[in-house]
């Protein structure tokens, strides 16, 4: 259906400015009309961006072909052009992926005016967007203004029909009749016929039978064979609904003459046959009598030829009365009194299924109950009734005739079922004190029978919202220990692990998961929950050891529901023992299988920074960047300066520029200032801001920072010269620091191969002589 919706959109002539322009040259004289000449710079630009291939112009284009006619709408609202401006300016956003603008925009239109094609256009896109995002009954509002606005039939039969298809998906019964008959009433619609059936059913299914005999019989003249068929049938059992009789037979009449329903005509002839008896009109039984021999099931056949006797008797016919009564004697031997008959009639009323049983089997008690209460006939009768009432739901009518009941005047095997029936009888009507003493009754009479299990399901589900749970559990261990049944005993388990969790018995809530281990053929969603929570127990316990291939063995299994679940107790466990390894392992997976779950930020700062210091900065710093995106990281240097230091040490010289600065806006003592300093130096170096780190660096050494730090900052101002492409200005850091701040061997070295690189570097004649110094 969404491929149909927006297949009505394609085809759609949607307006566009080139078949709009109508205005042919005149001689009238030139004049200033601001809002033309603003709505035809919106025209512009909107045709311009419609011809143009280049995305990033067409793009333009649309941006300002939506900016003008924004303006144009602003200045000049009600401007004959207004409603072409509101659609074109719609255009213009949903070619810009602005849906909602877009959206905005084509509402306007649909709603502000009444008529045109502009005002079908927007409706139409609004029809269609809401169809394909299931917005059904903004949908169907949308297509019934598409139906009143369209001149093009085909579009105003699709948005009707479709607008019924919006309500049918919403079950706005109401809503759904009334689209039907739009569509119905719209002339020359290919979905008229379709809709009749479906309003003709619908009629029937909400309980309105006269109004769906109307419309089957309508639509019992279609060509189509098949709902022909189905309509004659249906008139038929509408107009018997009805209670009708007089137009029901004629409806049955026509149901046997269709071809399509020629399985059903054994049936059909006997109802026919059977509204012509409760008239007496015996020519007419006999005349639906003879229309054929069906086919029919036994005991049909022989209501039909009891009928048929009884129409021929009345008519004085003995010959054909006799005939049938042999037929009759050949298939049901033997006579009956009239008691005997009525029994016969009621019983044969009830294993027909006839909707009068009930009717008959009450008249029937109430004529005989009296002066045969114990004959086993009449309890008989009425366990046949309690049992028809309890198979229909209706179950106080069926508890009336269970407590009538002598079980001693009927075939003993009905006890069972008669007490089971009972007991469920008092379940379905929340008899609570009742159910359970109808189940106790039933497991004390027949404790080995299969259905003591179900019943003793009921029970416990009826004692453990009762604040009974032990007798629940007693029950639930009664079945597991007396049934053979796998799935069962899975399913009981798990409930008892229920109430277990429930009442906040862990030892056995711990054990009942361990057997529901050890079924068979355990599905993984199952087996990987008894896993978790086995895990969760003993971690409940501190045993962190023993919880973890539990807790692991449940993710494997179930990686959808665990990995979140599982996967934040693991770490945690792990940064409670500072086992590296594990928790940056199970950092690691989470992030990778279940990235929307939450980690703690502290944990993340202290993973990143402990393998940052141990040297592992590519490892530890996306720990550390992740960690510090939590305002509690505001008042900790260390670990800024370690990200600082990793961002550095990576090559991410904007993360390190970031870092230093919060790291300088945090240290108090100069010496560390003037580190930070020196980090953010070096983060400018390496984004190629040049001035920026000689400032850094010049701050930094304002603070005098004594020893290693020292030599770093002033090496760092040669290095950044140098950066630049100045080796004459880096030369003076490198001589200064060589000849009187380096102070070990190892300084010295490094100071005086900076000299060396440098003055090559520099390569005049004087740079040369001074390296021979150097060399």
């Known amino acids: 259906m969404k491929t149909s919706a927006l297949l009505l959109v394609l085809t759609l002539s949607l307006p566009t400015f080139a078949q709009d322009r109508g205005d042919a040259p005149t001689d009238t004289p030139l004049t200033i009309d601001p809002a033309r000449d603003l709505f035809d710079l919106a025209t512009l630009n909107y045709n311009s961006a419609r011809d143009e291939k280049d995305p990033e112009k067409q793009k333009r284009a649309y941006l300002g072909a939506a900016k003008a006619f924004d303006k144009f709408l602003r200045q000049f609202p009600l401007d004959p052009k ?79 029909y479709r607008r019924f298809l919006c309500f049918h998906k919403l079950e706005d019964q109401g809503s759904m009749i009334l689209a039907l008959k739009a569509v119905i009433e719209d002339k020359g619609s290919p979905y008229t016929e379709t809709a009749r059936l479906a309003l003709a059913r619908l009629y029937r299914d909400t309980s309105s039978p006269r109004e769906a005999h109307e419309q089957f019989a309508r639509l019992a003249d279609s060509k189509d064979p098949k709902i022909r068929a189905e309509a004659t049938l249906q008139a038929a059992l509408t107009a018997q609904t009805l209670g009708d009789k007089k137009l029901s037979k004629t409806w049955f009449r026509k149901t046997l003459g269709e071809k399509e329903l020629k399985d059903l005509n054994g ?76 029994y016969r009639v009621l019983v044969t009323e009830h ?210 529901t665990f990995t979140a679940k599982v996967g934040p107790l693991l770490i945690k466990e792990a940064f409670a023992q500072e086992d590296l390894g594990i928790l940056e392992t199970e950092i690691t997976l989470l992030q990778k299988e279940s990235p929307e779950t939450k980690i703690s930020p502290d944990i993340l700062r202290w993973l990143g920074a402990k393998l940052v210091k ?32 990793s961002s550095l040490t990576l090559a991410k010289h904007r993360e390190a520029l970031i870092a230093s600065e919060k790291l300088l806006s945090l240290e108090k003592n100069a010496y560390r200032k003037a580190e930070a300093l020196a980090f953010k130096a070096r983060s400018h170096i390496g984004l190629k801001q040049f001035n920026e780190a000689r400032q850094a660096t010049a701050k930094a050494l304002d603070f005098r920072p004594q020893g290693d730090l020292n030599i770093r900052l002033r090496l760092l101002a040669g290095d950044i010269d140098i950066a630049d492409g100045k080796p004459g200005e880096a030369i ?23 000299v060396i690189s440098t003055l090559k570097a520099i390569g005049t004649p004087k740079a040369l002589e001074m390296l021979k110094d150097y060399q």
């Not at 029950?475 to 008892?496: C, G, M, S, W």
């Not at 960047?625 to 240097?637: F, K």
């Not at 003076?732 to 900076?754: G, L, N």
Request: proline fraction near 4%; hydrophobic fraction near 40%; charge should be neutral.
């Open 732 to 754: 003076r850091h490198y001589i200064i620091v060589e000849s009187t701040y380096a102070q070990t061997p190892a300084d010295k070295k490094e100071a005086r191969e900076k």
């Open 267 to 342: 049936k059909t002839q006997l109802a026919l046959m059977n509204f012509h008896y409760q008239d007496q009109e015996w020519p007419e039984v006999i005349e639906a009598y003879q229309a054929g021999r069906f086919e029919l099931d036994q005991k049909s056949h022989l209501q039909m030829l009891i009928i048929a006797a009884k129409a021929y008797d009345a008519l004085g016919k003995k010959e054909e009365v006799d005939q049938l009564y042999a037929e009759i004697s050949r298939l049901s031997p033997g006579s009956a009194t009239s008691f005997e008959a009525a």
């Open 82 to 160: 207004a409603l072409e401006a509101w659609y074109f300016l719609g255009m213009s956003y949903r070619n810009l992926g602005e849906d909602k603008a877009s959206r905005t925009c084509f509402e306007t239109a649909a709603t502000r005016w009444q008529t045109g094609k502009y005002v079908e256009a927007s409706a139409l896109f609004l029809a269609s967007d809401d169809y394909r995002t299931e917005n059904w009954r903004s949908a169907a509002q949308w297509f019934k203004v598409v139906a009143e606005t369209t001149d093009n039939n085909t579009i105003k039969h699709q948005s009707l």
């Open 614 to 645: 141990d040297g592992h900065a590519a490892r530890g710093w996306p720990f550390l960047r992740q960690g510090l995106t939590d305002p509690a990281s505001e008042n900790s240097p260390l670990v800024w300066k370690l990200y600082a230091q």
């Open 351 to 560: 294993e027909k299924e006839n909707p009068n049983f009930p009717r008959t089997a009450e008249t029937f008690l109430k004529t005989y109950a009296g002066e045969k209460s114990d004959a086993p006939k009449i309890h008989s009768a009425r366990l046949l009734l309690a049992e028809h009432y309890y198979a229909a739901q209706k179950y106080e009518a069926a508890l009336d005739h269970y407590r009538l009941l002598d079980l001693t005047k009927v075939d003993p095997s009905n006890a069972l079922g008669v007490r089971y029936h009972v007991a469920k009888t008092q379940l379905a009507l929340k008899n609570e004190k009742g159910a359970l003493a109808a189940i106790e009754a039933f497991i004390k009479s027949f404790p080995d029978a299969k259905q003591s299990i179900q019943l003793r399901l009921d029970r416990a589900a009826l004692l453990a919202p009762l604040g009974r749970e032990t007798e629940a559990i007693n029950d639930y261990q009664a079945i597991l220990k007396n049934t053979t049944d796998q799935k069962l005993k899975q399913t009981l388990t798990l409930r008892l692990a229920a109430i277990y969790q429930e009442e906040e018995d862990w030892p056995n809530f711990a054990l009942t998961q361990q057997k529901i281990l050890q079924f068979p053929d355990l599905d993984g969603k199952t087996a990987a929950a008894a896993h978790f929570w086995l895990g969760w127990n003993e971690l409940r316990l501190k045993k962190t050891t023993e919880a973890i291939p539990f807790l692991r063995k449940a993710r494997t299994l179930d990686p959808k």
